[in-house]
């Protein structure tokens, strides 16, 4: 029983890791295969004119960005639920503590928050919709730092 248990959470110890794993590539757009390389050139999302330049290919371990044309339209859906969770939450906020304002005042609050994270949401939404199709590779990630 205790081998049991010992394996549990020895794969439950793997899962956590790949799951951080992936929340460190997709929030701070990292290369989701070596976690190394940039997705974009000026990390600066509020950079305007820079926020859509991204990378064609990893400059660490060559992973190709984007592996076809129109790859991230998926990432529209990525966008969308960011930004429905985001609004939930605003709305929540809004609910337990200036419910008495009205709705003009969430409507002005849920706009302006949502204008100040669209840079955000449009690269993190691309850095998920990778995520969920490129797999780690930790003995790639030793190679790209300098390893064995």
């Excluded at 029983?1 to 790949?18: G, K, Y």
């Excluded at 003009?104 to 691309?126: D, E, G, W």
């Excluded at 919709?129 to 930790?138: A, G, R, S, T």
Aim: aromatic residues 18%; positive net charge.
């Amino acid at each position: 029983m205790l081998l049991n248990l010992s394996r549990r959470f020895t794969t439950f110890a793997v899962l956590l890791v790949a799951m951080l794993n992936k929340l460190k590539s997709s929030f701070f757009h990292k290369c989701p295969r070596c976690l190394e390389g940039d997705m974009y050139a000026d990390m600066n999302p509020y950079h305007l004119k820079e926020t859509a330049n991204m990378y064609t290919h990893c400059p660490k371990c060559n992973l190709n960005f984007i592996p076809e044309p129109g790859y991230f339209y998926g990432a529209m859906y990525v966008s969308y639920a960011f930004t429905v969770a985001v609004s939930v939450a605003v709305f929540i906020a809004h609910y337990l503590f200036s419910w008495e304002q009205g709705t003009l005042f969430f409507i002005i609050i849920l706009t302006i928050v949502l204008a100040a994270l669209a840079p955000y949401t449009f690269r993190t939404s691309r850095a998920i919709w990778l995520n969920f199709f490129i797999k780690y590779d930790p003995e790639l990630r030793k190679k790209v730092l300098g390893g064995s």
